[in-house]
Every structure is written in C-alpha cells, then in structure tokens.
C-alpha cells in the first residue's frame, strides 16, 4: 500500500490511512437512484450526512457516467456544477472536494470559481486534450481512471487480449506524460466497469496489488456496481453488503482511496480492517 503524502491545497493528506470520497451526484440519470441529489435541499443534507459519517473527500459529478448514458452539454454540467458547489461551499467551506468531469474548461472553472482540489477525470486524459496541461497549471491533484471507450459505448464489446498488462500499459503511459508536466500528485484508478466484462473487473481486482509498482495511491470505485449486482442476482440498491465485502478485498490489495455512496460503511471498514492489520504487523516484528 502507498504510505506516502499528496498535496492537496498546500496541506498534505496522509494516504497511510486509507481515505473515503464520498460520492454527491448532481445527475438526473445515475445507476444508483439513491444517489441522484437535485435540489439545493437534497444537495445540503447529503453534504452533511456525508460529512458526519466521516467522509474525507466529497467527490461532485454532474455527467453521468454510467453505461449507455446520454451525453450532457458543457453547458448542462456547468449548470449543475455551480448550483451544487455553491450549496455546498455554503454549507461546508473547508470540505476537500474533487469533481468528476473528463472536460478541462470544466475542471478549470470547478477550481478558479470553487476551490475545488482534486479532478477525477474517468478518462484518463482521452476525451479531452487540454486536460493535462490544466491539471499541470492549477497543480491540484489528479485521478486517472482507465476506461475503454466512452460512457456511451464503453459496455458495448470490451475486448482485451490480457487486461491486466493493458491496463498497466495504458496507465504508464499516462503517468509518464503527467511527469514531464511535473504533475506530481497522480492517483490511479483502475475503472471497474468501465469498458470491462465482470470477469475483466474481477482479474484487474484480484491482482490490485500489482498496480503498486506505480508507487502512486490507488482509489477502486467499487461502490453499488454490476459486478457486484449482477454476479449476485439483485439490484444496485441490494448491493451494499457485496461492496463492502469488495472494499474489504481491496484494501488487503492496497487500495488507498474509496470511493463510495455509503460513508458510513466505508468508515465502518476501513476501521475494522485497521484493527486486524495491527496485529498482522505487531507479530510480524
């Protein structure tokens, strides 16, 4: 697991911990229904309650990215993302907050007008161009997820022929751009279900660990998702228990970061997995 620092708005966050986004949809249209905030009313109880159960990051998106979703305007998302971030400065003005957005304008006017401190593009660069070279100039810190195609098409017919060195690949070259940028704060997320069958989901998680050679935090945004609804048989709103049986799986694999609906769980996880490695560590010396 990554035991180091990153540097979010002059302060550094110690990832030695294992960290919990929570997650503040400000879409009409996400997989998960319970996660859709639309009012400012909805927005403000959602800041709060994530912020009480013990949430470190609110991660804000107003693009659905789930598979088959619609495409929304420039104008769309930057509507919704100043209505939401404006409830929710207003309510929590220190909160660390990353946006959800694979358009550069868009991050840019998250960070100048909000202070929003992560983006966590689910492209990894792909979808637009200029997204490096703003990240590189605002010096915040950046997600880079792994996704095969587009939110349109991602789930169509995913293909690999070894989807583990792909995704390796795919991420080395993506870090080794945003190092000549001197973008120095990267976190990597793997992008479960995006562009991936459940059995290329299941692989990439099972050999988390080996991602570890990036010496770069992990987030795994593993919440509600069909690989867990599907291999089970139910819905997204049944799939709690197999998310935290996954975060469990995922923080054994060296996972840093959770991005997550359900705050208080997550908290509930990390704590009684720190308790056992205590003691997986004390009788190692």
């Known amino acids: 697991m990554f035991a180091g620092t990153i540097n979010i708005n002059g302060q550094l966050m110690d990832l030695s911990t294992p960290k919990v986004m929570g997650i503040l949809n400000l879409t009409p249209d996400s997989f998960f229904q319970e996660s859709r905030m639309q009012t400012a009313q909805q927005v403000e109880q959602r800041v709060k309650q994530m912020l009480d159960e013990g949430a470190d990051i609110i991660d804000v998106g107003a693009y659905s990215s789930r598979p088959g979703a619609e495409e929304v305007t420039v104008e769309d998302e930057l509507k919704r993302l100043r209505n939401g971030l404006t409830v929710l400065r207003k309510v929590a003005p220190n909160a660390i907050v990353s946006v959800d957005t694979f358009r550069a304008d868009v991050a840019r006017m998250c960070i100048e007008e909000y202070g929003v401190a992560i983006v966590n593009d689910i492209s990894g660069g792909e979808l637009d161009a200029q997204m490096y070279a703003t990240v590189a100039r605002a010096r915040v810190p950046y997600i880079i997820m792994h996704m095969q195609g587009t939110p349109q098409n991602m789930q169509e017919a995913p293909h690999y022929d070894d989807v583990l060195k792909e995704v390796i690949l795919s991420m080395a070259e993506k870090v080794n ?109």
């Not at 793997?190 to 987030?219: M, R, Y």
């Open 177 to 285: 751009r945003l190092h000549e940028l001197l973008v120095n704060d990267i976190i990597i997320d793997l992008g479960f279900g995006f562009g991936k069958t459940l059995a290329h989901n299941f692989q990439l998680l099972a050999h988390l660990n080996e991602f570890e050679v990036f010496e770069l935090p992990i987030l795994v945004g593993l919440s509600r998702k069909s690989m867990i609804y599907k291999t089970l048989g139910i819905t997204p709103d049944k799939a709690l228990n197999g998310t935290s049986v996954l975060h469990t799986l995922a923080l054994n694999k060296g996972a840093n970061i959770l991005r997550v609906h359900d705050v208080k769980e997550a908290v509930e996880t990390i704590k009684l997995w720190q308790c056992v490695k205590q003691y997986e560590f004390n009788e190692d010396k």
